[in-house]
């Protein structure tokens, strides 16, 4: 009895001992360390906006963080958080001390409520190098007269005091990326767009490093002022019959061909519009083009660039659009010559465009030939000046079988009369890309 009593006392002090360790173990020990990290991950900053810290912990819940900020030998500040139980996720915006120009350390040290490490817990360290910079980038320009049309483009050369990580030309609410070139200059095309206000809206270069820190300069430039024609365009039930079909799959829940017409005139252009400047930006910082740009021979204009469209249904008006581009009209199915040297970023169906070719000549200007039948190159091919892009056709929201032809600046349609001009693009490109003795 005595013997049975005392098996029965160990069998039953061995399972205390286990549930004790267990409890421990469950509510004491944990394996996983915080997570600790710091916002923005850029490196430089000009201290106006705060640092993030975000710690987590995934097992017991934080014991403590502690930040500091180091420059040279000085801990310039320390910030030590000691948590109550039961918070896994901590988070602080940190302002930063006064700091000299130049590297300084953010160091943070979080640690958990585990009994792991003689009781001291998990700990996890995050250091890293930061460059506190506040000087702002001055901008010097290095092209002097720039003459604009409204609805055309020009060309901006300026040097930076320092690396730029966003630059270029703004006006109104279009902004135009400038390119960085081997020999350290920027080069910004841009437009001046139709609506944009010869007198109100005033084209501006900014400059942004690393840091944050911006630098606005304007520039000395005359821009003429331009009326753009407008148009009446009458929408026959025949039209819609021939070309509504090819739009159906967009808009499946609408049976009304004039209400499909409505919707593609509306959200597919807009949609298309957007697409047109997403290809915008597989640019190269080269301008491959070196000489004027080649129109479609023996083609007559049937449309211009900026004509300000009315649309009429049953002598109604119905709706209003801008053409971005001019319409060129030979025979059907006639080739469609590229405009000039360049790379294939776009070929394939482009909505209201249809099937659509677009060329990237470089810093930011591309041409786009729309409507075709057929197309006979393909994505990344390098093309020469007058090279068959395809055939002209009726694809797309087209009335008979035309090339529908734009010059883009940064995805902007820009009036391409200039682009076929000698003297234009001398006076106002070429002339300017010559280096200077
Ligand atoms: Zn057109």
Redesign the pocket.
Request: a negative charge; aromatic letters at 0%; proline letters at 0%.
């Given at each position: 009895m005595a013997i049975r009593m005392k098996k029965g006392f160990w069998i039953f002090l061995v399972l205390v001992l286990a549930a004790g360790l267990g409890y421990v173990y469950v509510f004491h020990v944990d394996q996983e360390k915080p997570v600790v990290q710091a916002f923005p991950e850029e490196t430089h900053t000009n201290g106006d906006e705060p640092l993030e810290i975000r710690v987590h912990d995934p097992g017991l819940g934080l014991r403590s963080v502690e930040i500091s900020v180091i420059q040279g030998q000085e801990v310039k500040k320390t910030v030590l958080e000691e948590l109550g139980a039961g918070v896994h996720d901590w988070s602080s915006f940190i302002d930063l001390p006064d700091l000299v120009q130049g590297e300084f350390t953010l160091q943070i040290r979080a640690v958990d409520r585990s009994i792991l490490n003689w009781g001291r817990g998990n700990v996890s360290e995050l250091s890293r190098t930061m460059v506190f910079d506040s000087i702002p980038p001055s901008i010097s320009m290095v092209s002097n007269v720039h003459n604009l049309n409204q609805g055309g483009a020009g060309l901006v050369i300026y040097s930076l005091s320092k690396e730029a990580q966003h630059t270029g030309v703004r006006i109104g609410d279009y902004f135009f990326p400038a390119l960085k070139q081997p020999d350290g200059n920027y080069y910004c095309l841009f437009a001046f767009p139709y609506d944009a206000d010869p007198t109100g809206d005033i084209p501006r270069i900014e400059a942004r490093d690393r840091a944050g820190n911006e630098q606005v300069s304007g520039f000395n430039y005359h821009v003429n002022p331009r009326s753009f024609r407008q148009a009446r365009l009458n929408i026959s039930d025949n039209f819609l019959r021939s070309q509504m079909p090819q739009f159906e799959s967009h808009f499946p829940d609408e049976n009304d061909f004039f209400e499909v017409f409505l919707l593609v005139n509306r959200d597919l252009r807009e949609k298309n519009r957007a697409r047109i400047k997403e290809i915008a930006a597989r640019t190269s910082a080269d301008l491959s083009l070196d000489s004027p740009m080649l129109r479609k021979p023996n083609s007559a204009q049937m449309?211009g660039f900026a004509d300000h469209r009315t649309y009429y249904y049953n002598d109604e008006e119905v709706d209003r659009q801008v053409?971005m581009?001019?319409?060129l009209a030979s025979t059907a199915q006639a080739p469609v010559p590229a405009a000039g040297g360049g790379r294939v970023v776009f070929t394939g169906d482009l909505g209201i465009y249809g099937q659509t070719v677009v060329l990237d000549h470089g810093l930011g200007l591309q041409t786009l030939y729309?409507?075709l039948s057929s197309v006979h190159v393909q994505e990344e091919e390098e093309v020469e000046r007058g090279q068959n892009l395809g055939r002209t056709g009726t694809t797309g929201l087209?009335v008979g079988d035309?090339l529908?032809f734009e010059v883009l600046v940064s995805g902007v349609s820009v009036n391409p009369v200039e682009w076929w001009d000698p003297s234009w693009l001398e006076n106002n490109i070429f002339s300017k890309l010559k280096p200077k003795d």
């Open positions: 449309a053409h581009g001019v319409d729309a409507h087209a035309h529908h």
